[in-house]
């Protein structure tokens, strides 16, 4: 059985004693003994609940898939993924039509993944073919169990405040958006340096810098989080611009004390609580979170009544991040960020006059201590070493948060990190103070004085307003009366695949999806009687906020 050199630069068949095995690169990618034993004793092991995605790699001489096939539950789907070329065309040529879709590239078999719904991703390697390219097959499999994980949250999260949310657009529709100022004008003015706030523990030591040197205040576009708005304000530092994305009431208890009527300019999710604008008494500008892909989204969009739109990061210190970087003018103005810990230290979560911090204090008795402790013992709180060497406290989620920011900022120019503690985010350290003695000849600028013009006009949002009221009635009235339904149109014909209802239905379902994208079942309209009355009581609940 011994090859040349030329023999191997192919994949070939070669007689065992059990039937065939393949050598490739001066490697046997089977055990001459029993070719098909090591995979099928895997298999055999595996348990595979439904709603998996089955990740073959290196499928070869597929030995396996009929048993494999066998294990699978309900749901479940089998993709195959080869990144050597050479045996990706002998697969290829070993397949059968009947064969699950292989791939051999990253790009293509995502997009098959986000085709699915599925729960889980399950790896199963077919061969030693996989050494050949070891730490991608790693990447693609972990990047799919990323991904699949991010979809199972992002779908309960839209399961949860899904509802939530579309209660609120419609809210800031009414109420907010025809003051607000058009955000694409501020995109690119900003020329002195940014400083972005959170409200974590390193947000002390710059406020403590920025108190000592008030030039420095100067010098900086402060953009705050609206959870460190108060500790900035009661230490009687000038903020530009909070940003505003929390969508429930408990967010109001950050506009307490010194933030209520504060007038500072704010940058609002058209998802977030539609009252916060009114406590601050400011002005505002509107982007959208895009929590679910909705055609809806594009009617607001031809009405004119769609602000620009942000990625949904979850958190609203990273979209603050990523507005600090669309507001500066260039590239060359730096970007500061402080109290973006997404950790906390032992006793303490949050910056000293956060309204977390405060209500710690006015809490506290006797039995009740000001140290959080509590929050660095809960049980799947992670310890690690963030940066200065300074032991850190987190969470999935906040390490998750953080490695989202990695993602998406670590690249960028001129981004600074001013923290002096907090997990690691990979953007280079600078020290705050270096713009104490910049020549700013911006330093009285404002955003909320930098000429943009309004959004819209009140008539165009109440020509939308009173649209969608009669869309929805019209809807109420067919789901609750059918054919009977003033609203029916009879001249509409039944065809083999719906009826003329369903077909009403279908036109005015088609680009409202807000009506069912939180049910567990609302990733796809369907018609069917339970379908259809949980919408008919959405609508009522809607039609209230109309």
């Given at each position: 059985?011994?090859?040349?050199?030329?023999?191997?630069?192919?994949?070939?068949?070669?007689?065992?004693?059990?039937?065939f095995?393949?050598?490739?690169?001066?490697?046997?990618?089977?055990?001459?003994?029993?070719?098909?034993?090591?995979?099928?004793?895997?298999?055999?092991?595996l348990?595979?609940?439904?709603?998996?995605?089955?990740?073959?790699?290196?499928?070869?001489?597929?030995?396996?898939?009929?048993?494999?096939?066998?294990?699978?539950?309900?749901?479940?789907?089998?993709?195959?993924?080869?990144?050597?070329?050479?045996?990706?065309?002998?697969?290829?040529?070993?397949?059968?039509?009947?064969?699950?879709?292989?791939?051999?590239?990253?790009?293509?078999?995502?997009?098959?993944?986000?085709?699915?719904?599925?729960?889980?991703?399950?790896?199963?390697d077919?061969?030693?073919?996989?050494?050949?390219?070891?730490?991608?097959?790693?990447?693609?499999?972990?990047?799919?169990?990323?991904?699949?994980?991010?979809?199972?949250?992002?779908?309960?999260?839209?399961?949860?405040?899904?509802?939530?949310?579309?209660?609120?657009?419609?809210?800031?529709?009414?109420s907010?958006?025809?003051?607000?100022?058009?955000?694409?004008?501020?995109?690119?003015?900003?020329?002195?340096?940014v400083?972005?706030?959170?409200?974590?523990?390193?947000?002390?030591?710059?406020?403590?810098?920025?108190?000592?040197?008030?030039?420095?205040?100067?010098?900086?576009?402060?953009?705050?989080?609206?959870?460190?708005?108060?500790?900035?304000?009661?230490?009687?530092?000038?903020?530009?611009?909070?940003?505003?994305?929390e969508?429930?009431?408990?967010?109001?208890?950050?506009?307490?004390?010194?933030?209520?009527?504060?007038?500072?300019?704010?940058?609002?999710?058209?998802?977030?609580?539609?009252?916060?604008?009114?406590?601050?008494?400011?002005?505002?500008?509107?982007?959208?979170?895009?929590?679910?892909?909705?055609?809806?989204?594009?009617?607001?969009?031809?009405?004119?009544?769609?602000?620009?739109?942000?990625?949904p990061?979850?958190?609203?210190?990273?979209v603050?991040?990523?507005?600090?970087?669309?507001?500066?003018?260039?590239?060359?103005?730096?970007?500061?960020?402080?109290?973006?810990?997404?950790?906390?230290?032992?006793?303490?979560?949050?910056?000293?006059a956060?309204?977390?911090?405060k209500?710690?204090?006015?809490?506290?008795?006797?039995?009740?201590?000001?140290?959080?402790?509590a929050?660095?013992?809960?049980?799947?709180?992670?310890?690690?070493?963030?940066?200065?060497?300074?032991?850190?406290?987190?969470?999935?989620?906040?390490?998750?948060?953080?490695?989202?920011?990695?993602?998406?900022?670590?690249?960028?120019?001129?981004?600074?990190?001013?923290?002096?503690?907090?997990i690691?985010?990979?953007?280079?350290?600078?020290?705050?103070?270096?713009?104490?003695?910049?020549?700013?000849?911006?330093?009285?600028?404002?955003?909320?004085?930098?000429?943009?013009?309004?959004?819209?006009?009140?008539?165009?949002?109440?020509?939308?307003?009173?649209?969608?009221?009669?869309?929805?009635?019209?809807?109420k009235?067919?789901?609750?009366?059918?054919?009977?339904s003033?609203?029916?149109?009879?001249?509409?014909?039944?065809?083999?695949?719906?009826?003329?209802?369903?077909?009403?239905?279908?036109?005015?379902?088609?680009?409202?999806?807000?009506?069912?994208?939180?049910?567990?079942?609302?990733?796809?309209?369907r018609l069917?009687?339970?379908?259809?009355?949980?919408?008919r009581?959405?609508?009522?609940?809607?039609?209230?906020?109309?």
């Amino acid at each position: 059985m011994e090859q040349t050199q030329s023999d191997n630069k192919k994949p070939c068949l070669i007689q065992c004693g059990q039937g065939f095995c393949v050598s490739y690169q001066n490697r046997f990618l089977y055990s001459k003994y029993g070719p098909d034993r090591a995979v099928k004793a895997v298999i055999q092991n595996l348990a595979i609940a439904p709603d998996s995605l089955v990740l073959v790699c290196s499928p070869c001489l597929w030995l396996g898939l009929a048993e494999l096939t066998q294990k699978l539950s309900d749901n479940c789907k089998i993709a195959c993924l080869e990144l050597d070329k050479e045996l990706y065309s002998f697969a290829k040529s070993q397949a059968k039509d009947d064969y699950p879709p292989l791939f051999d590239n990253y790009n293509d078999i995502l997009n098959y993944t986000l085709q699915g719904n599925f729960k889980r991703v399950i790896r199963v390697d077919f061969s030693a073919g996989t050494v050949f390219f070891k730490d991608q097959y790693d990447a693609v499999t972990y990047n799919l169990q990323q991904i699949v994980f991010a979809n199972i949250k992002n779908r309960l999260t839209l399961v949860n405040f899904g509802r939530l949310f579309s209660k609120n657009v419609f809210k800031n529709l009414k109420s907010n958006i025809q003051n607000s100022l058009d955000l694409k004008s501020l995109f690119s003015t900003v020329t002195k340096p940014v400083l972005v706030c959170g409200a974590g523990e390193s947000l002390d030591v710059t406020i403590r810098q920025l108190k000592d040197n008030p030039q420095l205040q100067d010098n900086l576009c402060i953009i705050a989080v609206d959870a460190a708005l108060q500790c900035l304000l009661d230490n009687k530092i000038k903020v530009d611009a909070v940003v505003a994305v929390e969508s429930q009431l408990a967010i109001e208890k950050a506009y307490i004390g010194s933030a209520k009527d504060c007038r500072v300019f704010m940058f609002c999710d058209l998802t977030s609580r539609a009252h916060v604008p009114v406590l601050s008494g400011s002005n505002t500008s509107f982007f959208l979170s895009e929590y679910a892909d909705l055609k809806f989204f594009n009617r607001l969009e031809r009405s004119g009544l769609l602000p620009p739109v942000l990625a949904p990061m979850g958190s609203v210190g990273l979209v603050a991040v990523d507005l600090a970087l669309r507001l500066r003018k260039n590239e060359d103005i730096p970007v500061f960020v402080t109290g973006l810990d997404f950790s906390y230290s032992r006793g303490k979560t949050h910056a000293q006059a956060s309204h977390a911090h405060k209500g710690k204090i006015f809490g506290s008795d006797r039995f009740n201590a000001i140290d959080n402790i509590a929050a660095a013992c809960n049980e799947g709180t992670i310890s690690l070493q963030g940066i200065n060497g300074v032991t850190v406290f987190t969470t999935r989620n906040l390490k998750n948060y953080a490695d989202l920011f990695v993602q998406k900022f670590s690249s960028c120019k001129n981004l600074f990190d001013a923290r002096n503690q907090g997990i690691e985010l990979n953007i280079l350290p600078k020290d705050l103070t270096d713009c104490k003695d910049l020549k700013c000849s911006c330093s009285n600028f404002k955003l909320s004085d930098a000429g943009s013009p309004r959004f819209c006009s009140q008539d165009k949002v109440n020509a939308f307003i009173n649209d969608e009221r009669q869309a929805l009635e019209k809807l109420k009235s067919l789901l609750s009366y059918g054919k009977d339904s003033p609203y029916y149109d009879n001249s509409i014909q039944d065809d083999t695949q719906y009826t003329s209802l369903q077909k009403q239905l279908l036109v005015l379902l088609d680009e409202r999806e807000y009506l069912y994208i939180h049910f567990p079942d609302g990733q796809k309209l369907r018609l069917d009687g339970d379908f259809l009355k949980r919408i008919r009581i959405e609508i009522d609940f809607f039609l209230k906020e109309l």
